[in-house]
Each structure stands twice: as structure tokens, then as C-alpha cells.
């Protein structure tokens, strides 16, 4: 069974930071291109940042230079660092795991950017 459980959310104030997390397990992480993702209230989901197995990262445009994807294959773990938040930023931040185009996702953590 696959589990992608996210934490590391919570409530910030505008400028500060926040690093989410999200452990995995029933799948084959290494192999496994993992991704953030993010639904504001009221929007549509939309890619965060998103890093291969090789470690090669992107990552939108509103979030470049601020927010850092990182994995841990040991720990079986992919983090989003995200520093000078922004009251934009606020949202459910969902984890994926993604192979061969097949993808799992995490059940999201709430990230509330306080201006």
C-alpha cells in the first residue's frame, strides 16, 4: 500500500519560513520523481517544484529563488523548503510520487501565509 504522508504545515507570518515534509513508503523511492504541488482557496492545483531521481529540480516561476526541493533516499523522504513566504503562497500543499506516468498523492497539508 502507498502512503505519501506530508507535515511541516502550519500558519507563518509574511517573510518567514517553513520547510514541509512528506515520508513515503510502498513504492520504490529512489525511482520515483517526486513533486509538490499547491491549491490556494478558491483556485486550481498547480506544480510547486519537482525534483527526478537524478535530482535534476523546477519549479514555478512565482516560487523560484525562494522555495528549495530536496530528497533523502535513505529516509525515503522529499522536503520543500520555502523561505520569505508570501500571503500568496497560502494553501494545501500536496506531495506526488510519480512513475512511468502513474501517479500517488499525499492527502496535503495547509500552509497559511499571515500578511
Known amino acids: 500500500q502507498v502512503q505519501l504522508v506530508e507535515s511541516g504545515g502550519g500558519l507563518v507570518q509574511a517573510g518567514g519560513s517553513l520547510r514541509l515534509s512528506c515520508a513515503a513508503s510502498g513504492i520504490i523511492f529512489s525511482i520515483n520523481a517526486m513533486g509538490w504541488y499547491r491549491q490556494p482557496p478558491g483556485k486550481q492545483r498547480e506544480l510547486v517544484a519537482r525534483i527526478t531521481s537524478g535530482g535534476t529540480t523546477n519549479y514555478a516561476d512565482s516560487v523560484k529563488g525562494r522555495f528549495t526541493i530536496s530528497r533523502d533516499n535513505a529516509k525515503n523522504t522529499v522536503y520543500l523548503q520555502m523561505n520569505s513566504l508570501k500571503p500568496e503562497d497560502t494553501a494545501v500543499y500536496y506531495c506526488?510520487?510519480?512513475?512511468?506516468?502513474?501517479?500517488?498523492w499525499g492527502q496535503g497539508t495547509q500552509v497559511t501565509v499571515s500578511s
Open positions: 506526488t510520487s510519480t512513475l512511468r506516468g502513474y501517479s500517488y
